[in-house]
């Protein structure tokens, strides 16, 4: 068993490696945007660098418009690119927010863990120790690299809060910075770490709740945009090749043509108005709703074409 986990790891560090040289010229990425992915790369805790990611994810999107550009025509096979680019750049933010949750699930459990360790008689760098060596997933490793930091020379305190930075979570910067003001006060640790697990459980119990009573506000908001929605526009613009389909020549009026031009621009607006509504409902900020656009826009896009395109054979079965 070990052995095939050996083998996996330097299966998967071999395929990694090759991919690696593949990368973009730095100066064909704007400073910024290189910088952004750089951070949010670091935060999905992901091998790669920007300008490989962005050549990864460029390679990936030529060789779907080749193949669906092939079978379906060069429109969707310029859509399917712009959508490959789009999962690829949200990808990475999927696996920070998923590590960040991570880390906020196991931060009450680390915190008094830590307390007892402290009132058990150990320093703090022997406690953190400890939680590197114990199962607590995501937070084990970020705390792995507080502990090579404290031993290359940098202070506890950067450390952690270096640590905050890198999660980008409102929950553990809060917490951390407690923990060193605790600290810095001489308050007892333990007390300070058991008083900050507390809250960060309380708060993680809000948040829980109120994910619960948006789930079905954000349920209908999602079927509504991205199938309901699509599907019944899709048939509307599908009649046309519905009738051409029965045999006879069907005159279909320039304004009728204009409507189903319309509808595949009111079916992307309409999934992207449904994302920012999905963030005020959620986290009470339409901004947040932003990260849900492109699967929203690209899933209800799809269904829209897939209808429009598969009724009349649909239709022609029975």
Not at 205 to 228: D, G, I, N, P, Y
Not at 278 to 302: N, S
Request: hydrophobic share 50%; with cysteine; proline share 4%.
């Amino acid at each position: 068993m070990a052995e095939a986990e050996e083998r996996k790891v330097s299966a998967r560090e071999r395929i990694i490696s090759i991919i690696s040289k593949i990368r973009v010229p730095e100066k064909l990425i704007p400073k910024k945007i290189r910088i952004s992915l750089e951070y949010l790369l670091i935060n999905a805790n992901m091998p790669f660098s920007a300008q490989e990611w962005i050549a990864i994810s460029t390679m990936l999107g030529f060789i779907s418009f080749l193949v669906v550009g092939f079978l379906g025509g060069i429109v969707y096979g310029i859509f399917s690119f712009m959508g490959v680019l789009a999962a690829m750049m949200i990808y990475p933010k999927l696996q920070a927010e998923k590590r960040k949750a991570q880390i906020e699930e196991f931060l009450p459990d680390v915190l008094h863990h830590m307390a007892v360790g402290i009132r058990s008689g150990l320093v703090l760098e022997s406690v953190i120790k400890n939680i590197v060596e114990s199962n607590y997933g995501a937070i084990s490793e970020e705390f792995a690299k507080i502990l090579v930091e404290v031993r290359k020379g940098r202070s506890l305190r950067d450390a952690l809060l270096s640590f905050a930075r890198r999660t980008r979570s409102p929950i553990v910067t809060r917490a951390i910075t407690l923990m060193i003001e605790g600290i810095e006060s001489g308050a007892p640790i333990s007390d300070v770490l058991d008083d900050i697990s507390e809250d960060v459980r309380a708060v993680r119990q809000l948040m829980r709740e109120r994910k619960s009573l948006t789930a079905q506000q954000v349920s209908f908001l999602v079927m509504m945009s991205a199938f309901a929605g699509p599907s019944v526009m899709g048939i509307v613009a599908g009649l046309p090749n519905v009738f051409a389909g029965l045999g006879g020549e069907v005159a279909v009026p320039p304004e009728i043509k204009d409507i189903i031009k319309a509808l595949n621009f009111y079916v992307i607006a309409q999934a992207f108005a449904t994302s920012l509504m999905i963030g005020v409902v959620m986290y009470g900020d339409f901004r947040k709703g932003l990260r849900f656009a492109p699967p929203l826009c690209i899933g209800a896009y799809g269904v829209f074409i897939g209808v429009q395109k598969f009724l009349p054979s649909f239709l022609g079965a029975f």
